[in-house]
């Protein structure tokens, strides 16, 4: 928890403790030649720097020169998997001469052959790989990513997934914060075959221990894999037990999980590249956020989520990497913000918002990260520019100089 006063800042943030939806993700607040103070981690005070409001001996703060340059918001990646055994390139190759994502995971490979990896992966294997994609997404400006488990798919396996987010949470020197979700329900492992409903009932049983770590739990539903009853069963009983709830849904056909998300009230409802216009409506009715994730439909090769009709349907849209070994072994932020802007007609300002505030909805957090405001963590970025409109302009290339997590500096680049 830092000390911090950075100053003459052209800070350039969304502003409210809640996502914001259709129109309104276009507001933004810009404040030039600005000063923010943060006292053990926490915003206090964003202004013009006269008479600077100090609680402590002003020797007790590191003073960091924005010299002019936007300061944003830290970036909320949503949806991860970044914990997992060994890595899939050769999918990606059958991919490529035509295989799809679907027939691969159907033929035992997928999810399942990370599943294998992941359980002959030693704990601090998973941890210090882990370790690795968070300190790049930390260079990228990412201070809070949401992180699953799901390549374990047995309980002891499971458990020590989350068991290792913990411990990188549990870090002194923490520079992101990392939110656990319990993804059991990922793929169907091979001794439950054509028993989807055991498999389920055996989840069931596995909340009690595993929401003492996971505030979220997510279903892959989907078709051939958790389909609508058996999704609808496991997040109802995840909600009896205070957990809170998302869903991978509508990614490779349309199948409904827009609507289960919206019947069920979900925090959020993620991919939904072949969503239907009822579902997006439904969505936009119950307040569930959109979490798209347009690496993935890049590197799948699929139709990108029509971003355009949830914002006017009034949904809130996040946007996340969706990190993973198998359908998108990527992390890029500037890629899913240049993809966001060029593919998905999202505005600059849209992309800000859905990266940065509705995100940190999208892990129920908009209360204490998303924005720069007074009282909440001090999460801050500063680019290389005095223009935030070159966010889309840096193709696949950074433009984060510094990431400040919670008044730390915790990263700086020339
Ligand atoms: O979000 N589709 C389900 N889960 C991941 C992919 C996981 C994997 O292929 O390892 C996704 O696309
Ligand atoms: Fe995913």
């Known amino acids: 928890m830092g000390n911090l006063i950075i100053e003459n800042a052209k800070v350039v943030t969304p502003v409210g403790h809640q996502a914001l939806r259709g129109k309104e993700m276009s507001q933004l607040r810009i404040i030039p030649h600005c000063y923010i103070l943060i006292e053990e981690g926490i915003i206090k005070y964003i202004g013009d720097g006269k008479n600077l409001p100090l609680s402590l001996d002003s020797n007790e703060y590191v003073r960091l020169d924005a010299q002019g340059n936007v300061v944003l918001p830290g970036f909320v990646d949503s949806h991860t998997h970044l914990v997992f055994g060994g890595f899939r390139p050769d999918e990606f190759e059958w991919r490529l001469k035509g295989d799809s994502y679907m027939s691969i995971m159907e033929r035992g490979g997928g999810i399942q052959s990370t599943v294998n990896a992941t359980k002959k992966a030693t704990d601090t294997h998973l941890q210090k790989k882990a370790n690795w994609f968070l300190k790049k997404m930390s260079e990228m400006g990412v201070t809070t990513v949401e992180a699953k488990s799901g390549y374990g798919l047995d309980f002891a396996t499971e458990m020590r997934m989350l068991k290792v987010i913990e411990n990188l949470q549990d870090n002194p020197d923490k520079f992101i914060d990392i939110i656990p979700t319990f993804l059991g329900a ?22 009690p221990e595993v929401s003492k770590i996971a505030k979220f739990c997510d279903v892959f539903c989907e078709k051939n894999v958790f389909e609508l009853e ?18 991978h849904a509508d990614e490779i056909v349309s199948l409904g999980g827009a609507e289960l998300s919206a019947d069920l009230k979900a925090v959020s409802a993620d991919h939904l590249l072949h969503v239907s216009e009822k579902g997006i409506k439904r969505m936009a009715e119950e307040g569930v956020v959109a979490t798209l994730l347009p690496l993935t439909a890049f590197a799948l090769k699929e139709p990108y989520a029509p971003a355009r009709k949830f ?27 240049a993809l966001a802007c060029i593919y998905m007609d999202m505005s600059i300002e849209e992309t800000l918002t ?40 840096y193709v696949g290339m950074n433009c984060v100089k510094t990431t400040i997590f919670a008044g730390r500096i915790v990263n700086t680049q020339c």
């Open 230 to 247: 058996d999704s609808r069963r496991l997040l109802e009983a995840a909600k009896i037990e205070g957990m809170k709830i998302k869903l």
């Open 354 to 393: 859905a990266l940065t505030l509705n995100g940190a909805a999208a892990l129920d957090k908009a209360d204490m990260i998303g924005s720069i405001e007074v009282g909440k963590r001090g999460d801050i970025i500063i680019l290389n520019s005095d223009n935030f409109k070159v966010l889309p302009y």
């Open 186 to 207: 990922h793929a169907v492992p091979p001794e439950y075959k054509g028993k989807t409903s055991e498999y389920v009932d055996l989840l069931i049983g596995m909340l």
């Open 311 to 337: 914002i006017e349907e009034g949904c809130a849209v996040a946007l996340a990497t969706d990190l993973n070994p198998g359908s998108c072994f990527s992390g890029s932020i500037p890629l899913t913000i």
